[in-house]
T-cell receptor, first 112, second 114 residues
Framework: LAKTTQPVSMDSYEGQEVNITCSHN???????ITWYQQFPSQGPRFIIQ???TKVTNEVASLFIPADRKSSTLSLPRVSLSDTAVYYC?????????????FGSGTRLQVQP | ETGVTQSPTHLIKTRGQQVTLRCSSQ?????VSWYQQALGQGPQFIFQ???????GRGNFPPRFSGLQFPNYSSELNVNALELDDSALYLC?????????????FGPGTRLTVL
């Protein structure tokens, strides 16, 4: 399994754009990059998944360079409610019937 | 559409006891995974059930066992509880054909072992 490295914590202010970068130097050809968000006392929630270039949904954007050895989750104009832990996961996308491997995540604190 | 539910929300046990945690999967999902999340850590995979059969297991001892029922709900049983078993236990459901690494998590059961 590809190991991921991401910052332990980040701070931001409301209205700013937040970019969280994840390194995954040993990513395999058939691996996808998936991000989850977890609020205190809740289970993680799927945010976005991509394979290469850029993926955007109503919550976030995911930027993946050509070598795929890193990825950046971009949260536009964060609010206090975006304060959470964000996890970067790397693995094959086999239709959800697999074990998800979480690291320690990035703790994002959004200040007013 | 009903989401993933877990019961109980909190539980306190003493060392050596046994515990059973329950999970109801999201409607239409036939796969249930269980994770253990220690304080300040990411969730760690315990095992997964697909159509009532164990479909993969993480690095957890045999005293962690599970079941999946015909309605796809699931139980996690832990025998001979140890202090280190204190954690948030998360259940996640999913369904083949989604095409994504998307699992839908419940709110978890907070287990405290004294």
């Amino acid at each position: 399994l590809a190991k991921t490295t991401q910052p332990v914590s980040m701070d931001s202010y409301e209205g700013q754009e937040v970019n969280i970068t994840c390194s995954h130097n040993n990513i395999a050809t058939n691996d996808y990059i998936t991000w989850y968000q977890q609020f205190p006392s809740q289970g993680p929630r799927f945010i976005i998944q991509g394979y290469k270039t850029k993926v955007t949904n109503e919550v976030a954007s995911l930027f993946i360079p050509a070598d795929r050895k890193s990825s950046t989750l971009s949260l536009p104009r964060v609010s206090l409610s975006d304060t959470a832990v964000y996890y970067c996961l790397v693995g094959a996308a086999d239709t959800g019937r697999r074990a998800l491997t979480f690291g320690s995540g990035t703790r994002l604190q959004v200040q007013p | 559409e009903t989401g993933v539910t877990q019961s109980p929300t909190h539980l306190i046990k003493t060392r050596g006891q046994q515990v059973t945690l329950r999970c109801s999967s999201q409607s239409g999902h036939n796969t249930v995974s269980w994770y253990q999340q220690a304080l300040g850590q990411g969730p760690q995979f315990i095992f997964q059930y697909y159509r009532e059969e164990e479909n993969g297991r993480g690095n957890f001892p045999p005293r962690f066992s599970g079941l999946q029922f015909p309605n796809y709900s699931s139980e996690l049983n832990v025998n001979a509880l140890e202090l280190d078993d204190s954690a948030l236990y998360l259940c996640a459901s999913s369904s083949p054909g989604q095409g994504l690494n998307e699992q839908f998590f419940g709110p978890g059961t907070r287990l405290t072992v004294l």
